[in-house]
């Protein structure tokens, strides 16, 4: 079982970044994801999340409207597309997936999560 995040990078604020999430070794459309993100000395908190199917997906208030996660089935792979970046965002981004029927009505906890991937680390700066 593995999930691999990538995208992540250095960034002027105001910028963007794609952040992927690439699944193998289970049945990826089984599986509600959800990106969390953790600051130094911060606990780690949820970004977005999105069902099974993609129809229903949740954001924290504070990327709201500047972010969107997508999922492709298909491919396995998941998407996080940060926009109008601030250096509040600054963090590890994670990938995490979870054997669940979400609506996207609530923050995903990370206690729940099942699976996990590797972080990258977004950065950016003022």
């Known amino acids: 079982v593995q999930l691999q995040a990538s995208g992540g990078g250095l960034v002027q604020a105001g910028g963007s970044l794609r952040l992927s999430c690439a699944a193998s070794?289970?049945?990826?459309?089984?599986?509600?994801v959800a990106w969390f993100r953790q600051a130094p000395g911060k606990e780690r908190e949820f970004v977005a999340g999105?069902?099974?199917?993609?129809?229903?997906?949740h954001y924290r208030d504070s990327v709201k409207g500047r972010s969107t996660i997508r999922r492709d089935n298909a491919k396995n792979t998941a998407w996080l597309q940060l926009n109008s970046l601030k250096p509040e965002d600054t963090a590890v981004y994670y990938c995490a997936g979870k054997d669940t029927i979400y609506g996207g009505n609530f923050d995903l906890r990370s206690d729940d999560m099942e699976y996990w991937g590797k972080g990258t680390q977004v950065t950016v700066s003022s």
């Open positions: 070794g289970f049945t990826f459309s089984n599986y509600a």
């Open positions: 999105i069902s099974r199917s993609g129809i229903n997906t």
